[in-house]
């Protein structure tokens, strides 16, 4: 029996209830992580997702994920007390303005104790380039051993000889969770304790599979779980819907949206699994 258990849902509730995430992502030639990660948020039972993002991108995705809301970045650095959670980075961007923008918002989210932070793809890349950013502690990061190597000053060889070494030394550097995706993604606290995820196969080497795992994490945070049960937890169902998806439509076939598309199988899988 997997040991995992998925957020608590009261009946007595409204969308407030299971959590706001400000998901900052996107860019002109990425509007695709911007649409993943904003979806994956809302499909893991988060109550409300904001894409902050630039207008281009907005109003591409407004018109095939209505659930969202849509505001400026400058709307969104104005208004980040609102949040009980926050995605920086899918698609981002790494260019002058994304790095100041991105250091605003780690700036705003360190100064806000409530609101819990993951950062993934060009957030891991803007934060490998400047030294002087400090997350905050309540902070989930999630490289891929390339991203892994920028952020250590290393080389991504030295990133796969030892992944659980790895995974502690992100944590400890940074003062956060740290989720080393490979084939064995892995996850460790700052107090050096380590899951080791068994699940998964080459189905998930595909663009976009990491922003839904970014956006599945960020929702899972939202519900009131602690940032290391939702990492965990999150890479398992990830997983596991790349698995499921793969009964049906092959490792090859299979695309970042089949994630989103199976993940309520792992999920109903989980429950039975857990009465």
């Given amino acids: 029996m997997i040991d995992f258990r998925m957020p608590i849902r009261p009946q007595n509730s409204n969308k407030g209830t299971f959590g706001k995430v400000l998901n900052v992502s996107g860019s002109q030639n990425y ?23 630039c207008e281009k991108v907005r109003n591409s995705i407004s018109q095939i994920l209505p659930e969202a809301v849509y505001i400026s ?10 949040y009980n959670a926050m995605l920086i980075g899918c698609g981002l961007g790494t260019d002058e303005k994304s790095q100041n923008e991105f250091t605003k918002f780690i700036e705003l989210a360190s100064k806000q104790n409530s609101i819990s932070v993951v950062v993934d793809a060009d957030g891991l890349n803007i934060l490998s ?14 490289p891929h051993p390339k991203e892994a190597a920028r952020l250590l000053g290393v080389e991504t060889e030295d990133i796969l000889k030892d992944t659980v070494q790895t995974a ?27 899951y080791i995820n068994k699940y998964g196969n080459s189905a998930l080497a ?16 939202a519900q009131k779980m602690s940032l290391y049960d939702a990492a965990k937890l999150g890479v398992y169902l990830h997983s596991r819907s790349g698995e499921i998806a793969s009964e ?28």
């Fill in 31 to 53: 509007i695709g992580a911007a649409y993943l990660s904003s979806y994956s948020v809302l499909k893991i039972g988060a109550g409300y997702v904001a894409l902050a993002s």
């Fill in 73 to 82: 970045r400058e709307t969104a650095l104005q208004n980040i007390q609102n």
């Fill in 129 to 142: 380039q400047n030294s002087s950013i400090v997350l905050p502690s309540n902070t989930i990061i999630t």
């Fill in 168 to 194: 502690k030394k992100l944590a400890e550097k940074y003062n956060c969770i740290a989720v080393l995706k490979t084939h064995r993604t892995v996850v460790c606290n700052t107090s050096g304790d380590v």
């Fill in 206 to 221: 595909k663009a976009g599979a990491g922003d839904v795992l970014a956006g599945i994490i960020t929702g899972l945070t």
């Fill in 248 to 275: 049906d439509l092959t490792e090859y076939c299979v695309l970042a949206k089949d994630i989103l598309n199976y993940l309520p199988s792992a999920v109903k899988e989980l429950l039975i699994n857990n009465v």
